[in-house]
């Protein structure tokens, strides 16, 4: 993600200007609100309406457009209208590596957390 190599660490080259770690924060924002994860989970499925991922949300049309807008902005989602519908998919497909990397770990320290607890019979 930040292009660095391993042998890169130690060069200034390595380091972000502030600018560029500004708008990695933004991408990561992107992701941080459970509704937009869970839109994108739905549109790993295939694409969909809007109306559709209220419905599967349970939330407005309008807040769920809210949401899209804020992935459509990182790039992550794309949308084509179609009649009077707009329909989303996924415009960038390493997200879904990126997430996979996140749920690994968080996955794995639950593992140890639940071994901890079975150590000491809680």
Not at 13 to 30: G, R, S
Request: hydrophobic share 40%; net charge positive.
């Amino acid at each position: 993600m930040f292009n660095v190599q391993p042998s890169d660490a130690a060069s200034p080259k390595a380091h972000l200007p502030p600018e560029a770690i500004a708008e990695v924060a933004t991408y990561f924002q992107a992701l941080s609100e459970p509704t937009r994860l869970h839109l994108l989970n739905w549109l790993r499925e295939g694409e969909h309406n809007v109306g559709e991922l209220a419905q599967r949300c349970g939330f407005s049309a309008a807040n769920i457009s809210r949401h899209l807008a804020v992935l459509m902005q990182q790039g992550l989602v794309a949308r084509e209208a179609r009649g009077t519908s707009v329909y989303y998919r996924i415009a960038d497909d390493t997200v879904y590596a990126l997430c996979d990397l996140v749920c690994g770990h968080i996955s794995r320290r639950f593992d140890r957390s639940a071994a901890r607890r079975k150590a000491f019979g809680v």
